[in-house]
Each structure stands twice: as C-alpha cells, then as structure tokens.
C-alpha cells in the first residue's frame, strides 16, 4: 500500500502542506466529529470517499486524514495513533512522538488559512477542520457529528468524554455560526448536514448523500487520495 512507503520517505514536512492547497478540488469532502449522532449513520459506507476524522472519530472510520489538537488525544491515544492508515494532522505541541504533519495555531478569531501550516482561532475543532477543507479546495462538504448537542448521558458516540469543560458546547456552537457566516460571505462551499443539529440546515440520510456523489467517485479509494496529496504520479482508479 502507498501510504506505508509514503511513511518511509524523508519529507520536509512544512513545503508538503503548502503544497495542499486546492489538491481535492471539487471533490466531496466527509468531515467526521465526535458527537452521539455519528452513530446513527451507515459510516461504513465513507471508506471509498475523502473524509477527514476529527479526534476519536478513528473509533467508527480510519480516515483519510485525522485532525486533532489537543494534547489529551495523544495521551490516551497514543498506542493506537500509529497504527491508522489516516495521515494524522496534528497541532505541533500535540504530537510528542511526531508521528503527524503539524499545524500552529494563532490566537485570535477564525479565519480561512493561506496553507495548512497555519490554521487560525481557538475552542473548537469543527471550524479547523472546515478551514482544511476548504483549503484543499474540497466541494461539496458534509458534517456528520457536528451536533453541538450531548444525547441522554453521551457526551460523544462512544460515551462520556471526561476532556469536556462547561464551555465546550458553547465554544462548538460559536465554531458553528463562524462556519455559517464565512461560507455565506467569503467560502460559498454547498454544505451538506447529517448532523444532529439545524446550524447548517435541514438533516440529511447519509444514504441519500452518497448515493448523490457514488457514481463519480465510489471505487477510487484512499490511494487515489493519498497520490493527490502527495503529487504521486501514475493516478488510477481501483
């Protein structure tokens, strides 16, 4: 498989992720959170596609990219991290074992970034994981637990996260509005929902969604993306 040669080969990382930009151009985008509406979907269904994971979500889909930022992932994670086939995207002061392209991230508000080196603003991960999107150039996009809503005693599809403070549905909430008013203004990306949650929307099946995209893109595979990202010649499908 590509990626564990990829994983071999001597990389200056910080010139790989300006080269990212506008690599999945028009290509559907699946952004997978946390939230307990995750389980509600066939995800199974997102191996072919681009789909970039967001923290745990590796419990239900190894992405083609996994995002996090904070370091309490890796401290739990951090025996199970290595073994995913998604090429990890890290904060740089949430990776000790380095096993991850890393991002800084500055202070102040949400904005889309220039390259993948810099993603911009602070307390939630649904906004960065949108900025990644759209910095690859990634259309339509679709959020699949992004509820900003706990469920019964769930904080997560997989259950109780201790991590979360009494601000972080406040913070996801705010992370959502950005989302929504810079899509409006300035992105103009066509967001699908298939989330707990009417941010972005009236709810949609996954079923319904895939079958929308399947006939473009069902059969290219995770090598495909990988060869994109990595300016890989010789792209074919399965």
Request: hydrophobic share 35%; proline share 4%.
């Amino acid at each position: 498989m590509i990626y564990k040669r990829l994983k071999h080969i001597a990389v200056n990382r910080r010139s790989t992720l300006r080269s990212w930009s506008n690599k999945m151009d028009n290509i559907p985008v699946f952004i997978l959170g946390n939230a307990p509406s995750l389980s509600d979907q066939p995800i199974y269904l997102l191996e072919p596609y681009f789909t970039i994971g967001i923290n745990r979500s590796f419990r239900m889909l190894d992405t083609t990219i996994l995002i996090w930022q904070d370091i309490e992932l890796w401290s739990t994670e951090r025996k199970i991290l290595p073994k995913l086939n998604a090429i990890k995207y890290s904060r740089n002061v949430a990776d000790p074992d380095n096993i991850a392209y890393h991002f800084r991230l500055s202070t102040g508000h949400y904005k889309i970034p220039i390259d993948a080196n810099i993603l911009h603003g602070r307390g939630s991960s649904g906004p960065l994981a949108f900025q990644l999107a759209c910095l690859l150039g990634a259309n339509p996009i679709v959020f699949l637990g992004y509820d900003c809503q706990y469920r019964g005693g769930k904080t997560d599809f997989w259950g109780k996260n201790r991590f979360h403070k009494s601000h972080t549905l406040r913070n996801c909430s705010r992370g959502q509005t950005w989302i929504k008013e810079i899509n409006e203004k300035q992105t103009k990306k066509h967001i699908i929902n298939c989330s707990d949650t009417d941010a972005f929307g009236e709810r949609r099946s996954l079923v319904d969604v895939v079958s929308e995209v399947k006939s473009k893109y069902d059969g290219i595979g995770r090598e495909y993306f990988y060869k994109k990202l990595f300016d890989i010649k010789e792209l074919k499908k399965k």
